[in-house]
């Protein structure tokens, strides 16, 4: 059966890594578009390329991944390109010296962001010397004035001794033009890790950092998200224990579900942790899957993958003030999804499973999502291949850019497309069956 095939298959992502991550952005789709672009592979194939990552700024792009070294991790290198919405083509890649030697995770992939002006942050984890911890690591970060030509020393984000480790990390530009920042931090009285925030200060530098939640699912991402009305939106996965508020009182093993907090008042303050949906999936293991937030209107939009009552699968919701509606599945063989707002809709990306001829493939799904509840889904990737990690971002002119990893060769690829609204109909796919798995007169909240 393909469920019990990708049960199979999600148990094996506890161990390996997956997920990619990509900023949230807000526009109006205009009525004459240009056609979607074919699919086209930015990275070199001579080099093994993953962990692919994608921040959007006014007319720009910036599109990163790691470039492993399957023989010395020491020689991991940090690419980026940036893809110029207006001209429609992408920049020289570069690379940001300062993080030669990068740690590769694609649920905890390095980032390159930009702010004003010029200024661009590219934020990674690296071992420390003597660090022999299978998974540890510690983050770095280093500033560019000039648009990634030039960059400056890398900068240790955590000084804090009690600090032994610190990853799953996400970036957004606050509307005050600084650069907010979260991870999960070693720091913890309770099993688990604590959700850290920190924001940029003069000169570029991160500030001091303080906890905004406590004992959190310890390797699924981050997710921050700052809308255009000034609130920072924050979601992660957390961990409840059976001693703990909130626990079903079913067996001993924890509960990991998305939970959801946010700022009115650019992260002075933020209110207390709320679940997006009680799933109640007990899990005693590493997801490495976190959730995507968007905003369109007043209507905030999450999507997340749970398993909970072996019912594997992709899920959406809306809700207001942290108040979410019951969720609606998208995707029972989707995996690792990302979303963004365009236009007054959202738009989702994930790899989804499927067989054809005997043989399995990963395709790369986009769908489309009114808040009404009306949803097209479209194959982006070629047909009869196999992809994952799927990011995209808003590209002018009601278009959107999609990228993902491609691994039908030896050396994985990132590979994209740029795709006009009104999506094309000769790709679209059936919706799958099963359009709310939650118990009829059950609330998730």
């Not at 699968?313 to 029972?332: N, V």
Request: with cysteine; net charge positive; proline share 7%.
């Amino acid at each position: 059966m393909k469920i019990s095939r990708h049960i199979g298959w999600w148990v094996a992502g506890l161990i390996l890594a997956a997920g990619g991550c990509v900023r949230h952005s807000e526009g109006n789709a205009p009525a004459d578009t240009p056609r979607s672009s074919p699919v086209g592979t930015l990275s070199p194939a001579d080099q093994s390329a993953d962990a692919v990552f994608m921040f959007g700024r006014g007319k720009d792009i910036y599109v990163n991944w790691t470039v492993t070294d399957e023989h010395d991790k020491k020689n991991n290198r940090l690419m980026f390109a940036r893809f110029d919405t207006e001209k429609s083509v992408f920049d020289s890649i570069r690379e940001v010296p300062p993080a030669r030697g990068l740690q590769m995770h694609p649920e905890s992939m390095a980032k390159v962001a930009a702010g004003r002006g010029d200024t661009l942050w590219a934020v990674y984890r690296k071992k420390l010397p003597g660090d022999r911890s299978r998974f540890g690591g510690h983050m770095f970060y280093a500033v560019s004035s000039d648009g990634g030509r030039m960059w400056g020393p890398e900068i240790k984000l955590v000084e804090d001794s009690a600090s032994t480790s610190q990853s799953f990390y996400d970036v957004a530009l606050l509307p005050d033009g600084r650069m907010g920042l979260t991870w999960l931090d070693s720091r913890c009285e309770r099993r688990g890790k604590s959700l850290r925030f920190a924001v940029t200060e003069k000169g570029g530098r991160f500030g001091p950092d303080r906890t905004v939640a406590r004992s959190t699912c310890e390797c699924c991402r981050t997710d921050i998200y700052a809308d255009s009305a000034g609130v920072i939106h924050i979601a992660y996965r957390n961990l409840i224990e059976p001693d703990e508020p909130g626990f079903d009182g079913q067996g001993d093993v924890e509960i990991r579900d998305m939970y959801y907090l946010y700022s009115t008042d650019t992260g002075r303050t933020f209110t207390e942790p709320v679940p997006i949906s009680r799933d109640y999936w007990h899990v005693y293991g590493c997801p490495h899957t976190g959730p995507s937030l968007a905003r369109t209107g007043d209507s905030l939009g999450a999507v997340w993958f749970t398993a909970a009552r072996n019912m594997p699968g992709i899920f959406f919701t809306t809700g207001k003030d942290g108040r979410f509606a019951p969720r609606r599945l998208l995707a029972p063989e989707g995996r690792h999804p990302q979303m963004v707002a365009l236009g007054g809709k959202f738009y989702a990306v994930y790899e989804e499973y499927y067989e054809q001829d005997g043989k399995g493939y990963y395709r790369i799904v986009l769908e489309e999502i009114e808040p009404g509840g009306v949803r097209r889904r479209f194959e982006v990737s070629p047909p009869l291949t196999r992809n994952d990690h799927a990011v995209l971002a808003p590209a002018g002119k009601g278009r959107l850019l999609v990228a993902w990893i491609n691994r039908d060769t030896r050396r994985p690829k990132v590979m994209y497309r740029l795709e006009a609204l009104p999506l094309p109909a000769e790709r679209e796919l059936p919706l799958p069956a099963g359009a709310l798995l939650w118990e009829p007169g059950r609330s998730p909240q």
